[in-house]
């Protein structure tokens, strides 16, 4: 069972990002590192805040559901 995005924490981790979104390691710190997703870099791990992730999503749905890949992702 999937959880919802109301049942994860207001600052998500990169495992986090992961099962949200169903996408691979390599896949969410390329969206990181090239500043597509906004996060904050403390020590050596990245911090999500849930509200710019949702707003990343609503940002990107219609190139995603168009078949084409997210704004910045490459």
């Known amino acids: 069972m999937t959880k919802s995005l109301n049942e994860y924490p207001d ?6 990002l ?3 979104l169903d996408i691979s ?3 969410v710190y390329k969206l990181l590192r090239n500043g597509a997703l906004p ?3 403390i020590g050596k791990q990245y911090r999500i805040l849930i509200n710019v992730l949702a707003d990343f ?3 990107n749905y219609d190139s995603v559901i168009d078949g084409f890949p997210a704004k ?3």
């Open 72 to 74: 910045g992702v490459k």
């Open 11 to 16: 600052i998500l981790t990169a495992d986090d």
């Open 18 to 20: 992961m099962a949200i």
């Open 39 to 41: 996060a904050i870099k």
């Open 25 to 27: 390691r390599c896949t």
């Open 57 to 59: 999503l609503s940002a």
